[in-house]
């Protein structure tokens, strides 16, 4: 028996990588994140799998499947939104898999920051705009720790990505100001890579406002900085006046 932690990406079925589909087909149980992964990807599973949504499922509950089968030669297919390392809680799971000695392994998934970039022709780590990216949350219902409050992160005026707030625009914005310049870009996109997806552009004036009257309230990226503009150094890796490794200069 083996179980696999698979990246189902952020809603485009073809951004699966070819190993978690090649599981999906082969798997005889299915455990998904119903809330956010997207169904399409179960078409690829076998006729007779048993399929469990998540979402309604507590730790306990999801283990025990996983645990059953423990005996058997089955393969399960643990499907995760994005990629499951990034608010994927999958580290209490691996852990109780290795106290119960079931082998496992994670596929790793395209993360909706990623598709959001790809989304907004964007790139994170601009030459001479930052070289960093931070990926973040407000502290909701759930705490982050207060060290990595948002007001100490953006003294970095790095390039961002906040997940998991946009329910709180405002209190977001009103962090990101204490360091980042009011005229500094934000770009809102909802449900990446989904036929539905929604993309909000303004700066930290002005986001809240236009996030409220698009009505985005969840599954949003909120992304921050100055790589969302057009300024920017060409990098040196393509300069052909700098030689590296695999390219001599022509200078
Ligand atoms: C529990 S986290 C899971 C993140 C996931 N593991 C990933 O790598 O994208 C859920 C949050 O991810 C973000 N998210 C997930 N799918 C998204 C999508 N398609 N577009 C924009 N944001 C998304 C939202 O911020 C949402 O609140």
Do not use: C
């Not at 070819?18 to 082969?26: M, V, Y």
């Not at 119960?100 to 994670?106: A, K, L, Q, S, W």
């Amino acid at each position: 028996m083996k179980v696999y932690f698979i990246g189902a990406g952020p809603g485009e079925p073809e951004y699966m990588t070819l190993k978690g589909k090649s599981i999906i087909e082969s798997a005889d149980i299915l455990i998904y994140a119903g809330s956010l992964v997207n169904k399409e990807v179960l078409q690829w599973r076998k006729a007779d799998s048993i399929v469990y949504n998540s979402a309604g499922m507590h730790l306990d509950e999801v283990i025990d499947v996983m645990v059953k089968e423990k005996e058997k030669d089955k393969i399960i297919a643990r499907v995760h939104t994005g990629d499951p390392s990034i608010y994927g809680a999958i580290r209490e799971q691996m852990d109780r898999l290795k106290d119960e000695n079931i082998n496992y392994e994670v596929i790793p998934g395209v993360s909706s920051f990623v598709a959001a970039a790809a989304s907004l022709d964007k790139e994170f780590t601009l030459p001479g705009v930052s070289q960093t990216v931070i990926l973040t949350r407000k502290a909701g219902r759930t705490p982050v720790p207060e060290k990595e409050d948002l007001k100490l992160l953006a003294a970095h005026q790095a390039s961002m990505a906040i997940f998991l707030s946009v329910g709180m625009i405002d209190e977001v914005v009103e962090d990101l100001k204490t360091h980042y310049p009011v005229h500094t870009p934000v770009a809102v996109v909802q449900r990446a890579s989904w036929p539905d997806e929604i993309i909000v552009l303004g700066n930290l004036s002005t986001i809240s406002e236009k996030v409220k009257v698009a009505n985005i309230t969840k599954t949003a990226q909120i992304l921050v900085g100055d790589f969302l503009g057009d300024d920017y150094e060409l990098s040196k890796l393509y300069d052909k006046n700098f030689t590296h490794e695999y390219r001599k200069s022509e200078g």
